[in-house]
C-alpha cells in the first residue's frame, strides 16, 4: 500500500491502542493521529491506514510522521534536531563518558589487559543500543555476528547480558537528556529524545574504544618518562610540603620556625547568609516519581496504587510530612513495627477508610492476636517501592536535584524478619494455592449459564436463554488456557486473528489493559473447543457491532482491572452458586476466608501438561520466562502449531458443553458494563 504524501486533515477519533501515541485501533483497523502547528494554527491530523498489522501500521506511521516533520520545515517550525545539534550532544557524550572511564581506569589495579576486554564488551553493547534503540532486543543473529568477527562464546554471552542488564536499569538518564536539550534548544519530543538517546549510546562506544586506544600496555612507556625526568627542572614535591618533625627530631636539632604572616582578614559570606536548600517531603517525592514512572509506561495503575499505599504507611511510621533528608534507619524499625500492629486485611471496613491509619490501628487492638500482622511478603513488597522511590529522588552522583537521607537506608533486616527462614521451609510455593480438579471445573459448568439462564441478569437460574458473552466464555477460557483472567478479559478485538491458518490470540500491551511482563507478549491458538462452541462466529457479530473489546461488558469505569471485574461479577457469583459452603480446600488465613480462586486455573492447566508438553512451549503458553539461560535470550517462540497440539491435551475439561447455535450476543444497548437499565429510560417518548 503507497500512503499518501498529502496528508487529509480531519476529525479526530479515539481508540484502543497498542503502545506508540499516534496509532489508535478502530474497528480491527489502526489510524495514525497527530495534531502539529501550521504558521501558528493547531492542525490535527488522522488517517486511516487500512491495515490491522501492527508492524506495517508502524512502519506507515514512521512514514507519515517523516512526512509531516517536512511540511513544518518548509514553514520554518522544524521541532526536529539539526546536524550541528546532534553533534553536539554526541561531543559532550563522548567526552564525558571517557573521562569517567579514564579516571576508572586510573584508579583501578586491573592490568591494561582486562581494561581492553571490558571497553570492547561495553563498546559492542552500547554500539548495539545506539544503532538499534535503547529498548532493542538482542537476538540470536547478533550472537552468530559476534561470533562470526572472532568473538569466543563466552564474550559474545557477555555482550548480551550486559545488553540486558543496561536495559533492566536506565541506559539512558532523564537528567542528561533533559540538560542536553535545554543547553542545545533541542525541542523535547518523542522523536528527539529517541535519536538523542541512540546518538548518546554511541558516543558512550566510541568512549570506549577510545579509552581502549589511550591504555598504556606493559612498562614500555617508562623509558619516555625517564627522557621527561631528566629535563624536568621543577622543585621537589616532597620539600615544598611542610613536615611535623618527629619527636626524635625535635630533642636531636633545634628546628627553625618562619614568622606566621599576619592574618589578612577576608570578608566571607556567613553560613547564616546563605540561602538554605528547602528540603523534599516524601511523599512529594513519591508523586514525582510515580509521574516519572506512569509517562514512561513503567508503572501501571496496580502499580501507582501499591506505591502510594507503602509510601503512605512509611510516612506515617515516620511522624506524617517527613523530609527525605531527615529520614533515618529507625524510621525503617518503626515502618515493619507499624506493619505488624495493622490488622491482616486493614483498611477495609468504612471507618478504616474515613479516619484512615489510625483508625486501623484502633481497629487492630479489638482485634485476636491471628488476624494482626501484614505478612513478610507484603512488607517485602512495600520496601521495594519505597526503595523506588528513594532511588529515584537520589538521581545521579551529578544530579543537583538529588534529595538523599543524611545516611544511607538499609532494608536488609526488615526484609529477613522474624523467623523468616524457618516459616519459609514449612510450606511449599506450590501447596499455598490449590488447584481446581476436573469434577470442580464440570461443577462449575454444569451451571444454567450454558444449558438455559433465566435472563441476562439472572444467569445462574435456570430457563431458556443462552446468550454469549464473558459470563459464556470466559470460564471457558480460563482453563483451556490456564491464563491469567487479567490477559483474557481485556482482549481487543484487535488481537483477535479469527482468519488466519491457524486462528490466534495475540496478547500484547494495550491502552486499556496492561501486562504482568515483557514475557507475556505471545501468540495463543484460538482452542479447537472454542471454534467448536462458535468463538469465530461470535468474533463476527461483535466486530458488526462495532466494538473493540472482546468482551465489553468487562470494561467497568468503576474498576482498575479487567480481573477485579470479572472476579467481582461473574466468578465469585460462579464459585458460591457451584460450592456455597466453599471448596474442601477453603480455610481461613490471615483474618480472611481463602478459597480456589481464578489462579486455580492456571494450576490445572499445568499439572495436566506436566511431562507430555515441553517445558519450553509450557512457558510460551503460560507467558512465563523460559527456565534457562538460552530458553530466556536466544529460543524463538514457539509455533503455532507446537501450541495447539499442548492446549489440545486441555479439551477434556469442556468437551461436555454443547453447543448453541445461532450464537446470542448481547443487546446493543447492553455492550457495555452494567445491569439492566430502568424500564423509563428503555421507553421510547413520544
Not at 476529525?11 to 503502545?19: A, H, K, N, S
Not at 550486559?162 to 540538560?179: E, I
Not at 480460563?478 to 491457524?502: C, D, M, N, Q, T
Request: a neutral charge.
Amino acid at each position: 500500500m503507497v500512503v499518501p504524501t498529502t496528508v487529509p486533515i480531519v476529525v479526530p477519533i479515539g481508540g484502543d491502542g497498542l503502545g506508540l501515541p499516534n496509532l489508535k485501533l478502530r474497528g480491527g483497523s489502526y489510524h495514525w493521529r497527530r495534531k502539529i502547528t501550521v504558521a501558528g494554527a493547531a492542525v490535527p491530523l488522522s488517517l486511516s491506514l487500512g491495515t490491522g498489522n501492527y508492524q506495517r501500521a508502524r512502519c506507515m506511521a514512521d512514514r507519515l510522521g517523516a512526512t509531516v516533520e517536512s511540511l513544518r520545515v518548509a514553514y520554518g517550525q522544524s521541532t526536529g534536531l539539526t546536524p550541528d545539534q546532534l553533534k553536539r550532544v554526541f561531543s559532550d557524550a563522548l567526552r564525558w563518558q571517557l573521562q569517567r572511564i579514564e579516571q576508572d581506569q586510573i584508579g583501578s589495579p586491573a592490568r591494561s589487559e582486562d581494561h581492553a576486554t571490558i571497553n570492547s564488551i561495553y563498546a559492542e553493547a552500547w554500539a548495539f543500543l545506539g544503532h538499534k534503540g535503547v529498548e532493542a532486543r538482542w537476538t540470536p543473529d547478533e550472537h552468530d555476528r559476534l561470533i562470526d568477527a572472532g568473538w569466543s562464546e563466552e564474550r559474545a554471552k557477555a555482550v548480551a547480558d550486559l545488553v540486558f542488564d543496561l536495559q533492566n536499569g536506565d541506559p539512558v538518564s532523564k537528567a542528561q537528556l533533559d540538560s542536553y536539550s535545554e543547553t542545545f534548544g533541542i525541542a523535547s519530543t518523542r522523536d528527539n529524545v529517541a535519536r538523542m538517546a541512540r546518538t548518546i549510546c554511541s558516543a558512550r562506544a566510541s568512549a570506549c574504544r577510545e579509552a581502549t586506544a589511550r591504555l598504556r600496555v606493559g612498562d614500555d612507556d617508562m623509558a619516555q618518562w625517564i627522557d621527561e625526568a631528566l629535563v624536568d627542572d621543577a622543585p621537589f614535591a616532597f620539600e615544598q610540603v611542610e613536615r611535623s618533625p618527629t619527636p626524635l627530631a625535635q630533642s636531636a636539632v633545634e628546628t627553625y620556625e618562619p614568622m606566621a604572616p599576619e592574618p589578612v582578614a577576608i570578608d566571607e559570606p556567613s553560613a547564616s547568609a546563605l540561602p538554605k536548600r528547602q528540603k523534599k517531603r516524601l511523599l512529594e517525592a513519591a508523586e514525582e516519581c510515580i509521574t516519572v514512572y506512569q509517562t514512561a509506561g513503567a508503572w501501571d495503575t496496580d502499580s501507582m496504587k501499591q506505591v502510594r499505599t507503602a509510601l503512605r504507611l512509611f510516612d506515617y511510621a515516620c511522624g506524617s510530612d517527613i523530609c527525605i533528608e531527615d529520614l533515618e534507619q529507625s524510621h525503617v524499625r518503626d515502618f515493619t513495627t507499624l506493619c505488624r500492629s495493622l490488622p491482616n486485611r486493614w483498611g477495609r471496613t468504612r471507618e478504616e477508610q474515613a479516619g484512615g491509619i489510625a483508625a486501623s490501628l484502633a481497629r487492630a487492638a479489638t482485634m485476636p492476636p491471628a488476624d494482626i500482622g501484614i505478612s513478610q511478603t507484603t512488607i517485602n513488597k512495600h520496601l521495594t517501592w519505597i526503595a523506588a522511590v528513594l532511588a529515584h529522588a537520589a538521581g545521579e552522583d551529578d544530579d543537583p536535584q538529588a534529595r538523599r537521607p543524611a545516611k544511607p537506608l538499609s532494608f536488609t533486616k526488615a526484609r529477613a524478619g522474624i523467623g523468616k527462614t524457618s516459616r519459609k521451609a514449612r510450606k511449599r510455593d506450590r501447596d499455598k494455592r490449590a488447584n481446581w480438579t476436573i469434577q470442580e471445573i464440570a461443577k462449575l459448568l454444569s451451571a444454567p449459564v450454558w444449558t438455559g439462564a433465566a435472563g441476562i441478569d439472572r444467569r445462574l437460574k435456570p430457563g431458556t436463554e443462552i446468550i454469549h458473552d464473558a459470563w459464556y466464555w470466559m470460564p471457558l477460557i480460563l482453563p483451556l488456557y490456564g491464563g491469567r483472567s487479567s490477559e483474557l478479559a481485556g482482549l481487543g478485538l484487535a488481537e483477535v486473528h479469527e482468519l488466519e491458518p491457524i486462528p490466534y490470540f495475540r496478547i500484547d500491551y494495550t491502552e486499556d489493559r496492561a501486562l504482568k511482563n515483557i514475557q507475556s507478549i505471545r501468540r495463543l491458538p484460538i482452542h479447537p473447543e472454542l471454534i467448536r462452541l462458535g468463538f469465530i462466529d461470535y468474533v463476527t457479530e461483535l466486530r458488526a457491532a462495532g466494538c473493540t473489546l472482546l468482551f465489553p461488558e468487562m470494561k467497568s469505569p468503576k474498576s482498575t482491572t479487567f480481573a477485579g471485574t470479572f472476579y467481582k461479577s461473574i466468578f465469585e457469583p460462579l464459585r458460591d452458586w457451584a460450592f456455597p459452603k466453599g471448596t474442601p480446600w477453603r480455610h481461613r488465613a490471615g483474618g480472611a476466608w481463602k478459597d480456589k480462586d481464578v489462579h486455580s486455573y492456571r494450576g490445572l492447566a499445568t499439572t495436566m501438561m506436566k511431562g507430555r508438553v515441553a517445558s519450553e512451549v509450557r512457558c510460551d503458553l503460560f507467558g512465563h520466562e523460559g527456565e534457562t539461560e538460552t530458553a530466556r535470550t536466544y529460543d524463538e517462540e514457539a509455533e503455532l502449531s507446537i501450541k495447539l497440539e499442548a492446549l489440545q491435551l486441555l479439551t477434556p475439561i469442556t468437551a461436555h458443553i454443547q453447543p448453541s447455535h445461532p450464537i446470542n450476543i448481547r443487546p446493543v444497548h447492553r455492550l457495555r458494563h452494567g445491569r439492566r437499565a430502568s424500564t423509563s429510560r428503555l421507553t421510547p417518548t413520544t
